[in-house]
């Protein structure tokens, strides 16, 4: 069950809310449908359920508010918008990657396509789905950690009437399992039609909750259709008939040749068509909009001249006797005053507000002195006001996005699901192979920099560049395309994330150099034979500065990227580490009054009284030598930088 109570969304300037104290229920095995004309509030309503928008107000899935639920995913299944999931990945790998996000079992994946029907489509990239297979997708994107709930913004937007029929299938199913099903909609047949429910919002506020047959009853107006080349004749014959028996009818001219009656039946229209010979193309039995005659629909503006859009130039009342004008809009005074009465018996009494929490109550009840003096009770009568039965609801603060239960597997099928990352390396690989051939034809350059194909001229080399691209982009995709948290437009900032994201960038920084020198060596000695590719004396340390050197570039890509949310901005961060750290820091070494570490190893080990095993000082030597260079100390120097901004903002999202 889901249970919303006072839901208020935050005031901007002088505008209104917009959803102001709205409070309704959505019970297991039943389909409800949140109906509303645009600019309503039904998506603001949702936001401020799923805790993605800043307000007031709580609510409760099966007892529970969202953020006190481990696994959220688990409980409600979520459909906001289009699936936004990278164009290039398959829907097949979409859905293993979002598996490892909800801590599933990788076969739910193929589950979950054979029951929308798309396991025809699963190689199919997600850039070449049509709208109804989108539609399908996100269902099962929904649907795929099995929730009990499922919370859809305008499902069948868009969507043929064979593919909505399909999709409320779906939901129907899904509550005759005993799930809970809340959706929105702007369109009344297809409320009344497909819900057991109606909940009715106008202007951000409730309108009426309805049973879906009630609302029918009272909101939806049964007519009759009839198309006719004589429709002017027919529909003053009618108005006569009605008016003679003293009946309430309402015929309405609607475009061409179609008339729409109001309060008659089809053997009542079409007897009076065959008694006077008058010719009839279409005679059916149709369930209307909200009538001419029950005022419009919430959010619709009133035309000009008091006629609907698209509505009869000829409107006629009938009703009994002299009174009929004034009586014809009857059922629409009728509607009205159920909806009035159906919202104030959920809005202002007392059996209304029963169902609060225990605390809003509470609240309710201890309402203080100047509130009574003001509303004109004594303090003792506190409690009966009905101005206080309405307490200010708690805040709203915006859920952070829950981080993958399984991080490492999700990062590994998020980074190998499309082939950005491969065309990427096999880009690096060939430029690094034909800058190294340049390199050795011109000459001057020495062995280290001929085998890692680094230019002088140029800032770091072509698999340092493509390292830090490929960290970039594993933050950076998640923010253009955040399929991680498709409900809300964000990526959390986790420690267990990011550590899942640094490892896999690392791994692949690390192929990434090994391939590239190897490549080098082995187009140098294709080409200019082996005295080109010997190996120097000091390859420990080199090895060890190359290898830094890239997964350094690649870390920057990571943390820059999750900082500022873009694969530009993590890549201008890795450019930025040898255009401007490394002077700052050439300048800082330079100075007269900078010392040198020498014997720092020595020292080390007199300090902790410690032998390293396996020539671990040798190794410590080259860690240190590798960060004592400008190039090794500017990238520790940003990295250490980027990760204390990161956390930062972590930290501060995590406080609001």
Same mark, same amino acid.
């Given at each position: 069950?889901?249970?919303?109570?006072?839901?208020?969304?935050?005031?901007?300037?002088?505008?209104?809310?917009?959803?102001?104290?709205?409070?309704?229920?959505?019970?297991?095995?039943?389909?409800?449908?949140?109906?509303?004309?645009?600019?309503?509030?039904?998506?603001?309503?949702?936001?401020?359920?799923?805790?993605?928008?800043?307000?007031?107000?709580?609510?409760?899935?099966?007892?529970?508010?969202?953020?006190?639920?481990?696994?959220?995913?688990?409980?409600?299944?979520?459909?906001?918008?289009?699936?936004?999931?990278?164009?290039?990945?398959?829907?097949?790998?979409?859905?293993?990657?979002?598996?490892?996000?909800?801590?599933?079992?990788?076969?739910?994946?193929?589950?979950?396509?054979?029951?929308?029907?798309?396991?025809?489509?699963?190689?199919?990239?997600?850039?070449?789905?049509?709208?109804?297979?989108?539609?399908?997708?996100?269902?099962?994107?929904?649907?795929?950690?099995?929730?009990?709930?499922?919370?859809?913004?305008?499902?069948?937007?868009?969507?043929?009437?064979?593919?909505?029929?399909?999709?409320?299938?779906?939901?129907?199913?899904?509550?005759?399992?005993?799930?809970?099903?809340?959706?929105?909609?702007?369109?009344?047949?297809?409320?009344?039609?497909?819900?057991?429910?109606?909940?009715?919002?106008?202007?951000?506020?409730?309108?009426?909750?309805?049973?879906?047959?009630?609302?029918?009853?009272?909101?939806?107006?049964?007519?009759?259709?009839?198309?006719?080349?004589?429709?002017?004749?027919?529909?003053?014959?009618?108005?006569?008939?009605?008016?003679?028996?003293?009946?309430?009818?309402?015929?309405?001219?609607?475009?061409?040749?179609?008339?729409?009656?109001?309060?008659?039946?089809?053997?009542?229209?079409?007897?009076?068509?065959?008694?006077?010979?008058?010719?009839?193309?279409?005679?059916?039995?149709?369930?209307?909009?909200?009538?001419?005659?029950?005022?419009?629909?919430?959010?619709?503006?009133?035309?000009?001249?008091?006629?609907?859009?698209?509505?009869?130039?000829?409107?006629?009342?009938?009703?009994?006797?002299?009174?009929?004008?004034?009586?014809?809009?009857?059922?629409?005074?009728?509607?009205?005053?159920?909806?009035?009465?159906?919202?104030?018996?959920?809005?202002?009494?007392?059996?209304?507000?029963?169902?609060?929490?225990?605390?809003?109550?509470?609240?309710?009840?201890?309402?203080?002195?100047?509130?009574?003096?003001?509303?004109?009770?004594?303090?003792?009568?506190?409690?009966?006001?009905?101005?206080?039965?309405?307490?200010?609801?708690?805040?709203?603060?915006?859920?952070?996005?829950?981080?993958?239960?399984?991080?490492?597997?999700?990062?590994?099928?998020?980074?190998?699901?499309?082939?950005?990352?491969?065309?990427?390396?096999? &880009?690096? @690989? =060939?430029?690094? #192979?034909? *800058? /190294?051939? $340049? %390199? +050795?034809?011109?000459?001057?350059?020495?062995? !280290?920099?001929?085998?890692?194909?680094?230019?002088?001229?140029?800032?770091?080399?072509?698999?340092?560049?493509?390292?830090?691209?490929?960290?970039?982009?594993?933050?950076?995709?998640?923010?253009?395309?955040?399929?991680?948290?498709?409900?809300?437009?964000?990526?959390?900032?986790?420690?267990?994330?990011?550590? &899942?994201? @640094? =490892?896999?960038? #690392?791994? *692949? /920084?690390? $192929? %990434? +150099?090994?391939?590239?020198?190897?490549?080098? !060596?082995?187009?140098?000695?294709?080409?200019?034979?082996?005295?080109?590719?010997?190996?120097?004396?000091?390859?420990?340390?080199?090895?060890?500065?190359?290898?830094?050197?890239?997964?350094?570039?690649?870390?920057?890509?990571?943390?820059?990227?999750?900082?500022?949310?873009?694969?530009?901005?993590?890549?201008? &961060?890795?450019?930025?580490?040898?255009?401007?750290?490394?002077? $700052?820091?050439?300048?800082?070494?330079?100075?007269?009054?900078?010392?040198?570490?020498?014997?720092?190893?020595?020292?080390?080990?007199?300090?902790?009284?410690?032998?390293?095993?396996?020539?671990?000082?040798?190794?410590?030597?080259?860690?240190?030598?590798?960060?004592?260079?400008?190039?090794?100390?500017?990238?520790?120097?940003?990295?250490?930088?980027?990760?204390?901004?990161?956390?930062?903002?972590?930290?501060?999202?995590?406080?609001?």
């Amino acid at each position: 069950m889901i249970q919303a109570f006072g839901l208020t969304s935050t005031t901007r300037k002088d505008l209104p809310p917009a959803v102001d104290d709205v409070s309704f229920e959505a019970r297991p095995g039943r389909v409800t449908a949140l109906l509303g004309a645009t600019g309503a509030g039904k998506t603001s309503a949702l936001r401020l359920m799923l805790e993605l928008q800043q307000g007031r107000g709580i609510t409760h899935f099966r007892g529970r508010p969202l953020h006190r639920i481990a696994h959220p995913s688990r409980e409600a299944g979520v459909l906001l918008g289009d699936v936004p999931g990278h164009p290039a990945r398959t829907v097949r790998g979409h859905l293993r990657m979002l598996c490892a996000a909800a801590g599933v079992p990788v076969g739910r994946a193929d589950e979950v396509l054979e029951a929308v029907g798309l396991v025809s489509l699963r190689d199919e990239r997600l850039g070449t789905l049509s709208r109804g297979m989108d539609r399908r997708l996100g269902l099962a994107c929904a649907l795929l950690p099995n929730p009990h709930s499922l919370v859809l913004d305008e499902p069948a937007e868009g969507l043929s009437s064979g593919e909505s029929h399909w999709l409320y299938g779906m939901l129907r199913a899904h509550a005759a399992r005993g799930g809970t099903v809340l959706f929105t909609t702007a369109e009344p047949k297809e409320a009344a039609r497909v819900a057991d429910r109606v909940v009715t919002l106008e202007q951000g506020r409730l309108a009426a909750d309805q049973e879906a047959r009630e609302f029918a009853r009272t909101r939806l107006r049964p007519r009759v259709a009839v198309r006719s080349p004589h429709a002017v004749r027919l529909a003053a014959l009618l108005t006569r008939e009605a008016r003679a028996a003293h009946r309430s009818v309402e015929v309405v001219r609607e475009d061409g040749n179609r008339l729409s009656v109001y309060g008659g039946t089809c053997a009542e229209v079409g007897e009076i068509a065959f008694r006077h010979g008058i010719l009839v193309h279409q005679l059916a039995d149709e369930i209307g909009d909200m009538g001419p005659g029950a005022g419009f629909f919430p959010g619709e503006e009133t035309p000009v001249g008091g006629r609907r859009p698209g509505s009869p130039d000829l409107s006629v009342g009938v009703t009994e006797g002299e009174t009929g004008g004034s009586h014809g809009a009857g059922g629409g005074a009728e509607a009205g005053a159920e909806a009035h009465g159906d919202r104030s018996r959920h809005g202002n009494s007392p059996e209304a507000h029963s169902d609060r929490p225990r605390h809003l109550r509470q609240e309710a009840r201890s309402g203080s002195p100047e509130e009574s003096v003001r509303s004109g009770s004594a303090p003792g009568e506190a409690s009966t006001s009905p101005a206080l039965l309405s307490p200010l609801p708690p805040p709203i603060s915006v859920r952070s996005a829950p981080s993958p239960l399984r991080p490492l597997r999700y990062e590994l099928r998020r980074a190998t699901g499309i082939g950005t990352g491969f065309l990427t390396a096999a &880009a690096v @690989l =060939v430029t690094s #192979a034909l *800058t /190294a051939v $340049l %390199l +050795a034809r011109v000459g001057h350059t020495p062995q !280290a920099r001929l085998l890692a194909a680094w230019p002088r001229e140029l800032p770091l080399p072509p698999a340092a560049l493509g390292a830090g691209l490929l960290g970039a982009l594993a933050f950076g995709d998640e923010f253009r395309h955040p399929a991680l948290a498709a409900d809300r437009g964000t990526v959390p900032r986790r420690l267990g994330l990011l550590t &899942a994201k @640094l =490892v896999v960038a #690392a791994v *692949t /920084a690390l $192929l %990434l +150099a090994l391939l590239a020198v190897g490549c080098d !060596a082995e187009v140098l000695y294709l080409v200019y034979g082996r005295e080109l590719t010997e190996v120097p004396g000091d390859w420990f340390v080199l090895s060890a500065s190359w290898i830094g050197l890239v997964i350094g570039c690649a870390w920057a890509g990571v943390l820059a990227a999750g900082i500022f949310r873009s694969t530009t901005a993590g890549l201008a &961060a890795v450019v930025s580490v040898p255009v401007l750290g490394v002077p $700052l820091v050439q300048r800082a070494l330079e100075g007269a009054s900078v010392r040198t570490a020498a014997g720092l190893p020595a020292r080390l080990r007199e300090v902790f009284l410690v032998q390293w095993p396996f020539g671990g000082g040798r190794y410590l030597a080259g860690a240190v030598r590798v960060i004592a260079q400008p190039v090794g100390g500017a990238l520790t120097l940003s990295l250490a930088a980027l990760l204390c901004a990161y956390l930062l903002t972590s930290l501060r999202g995590r406080v609001r």
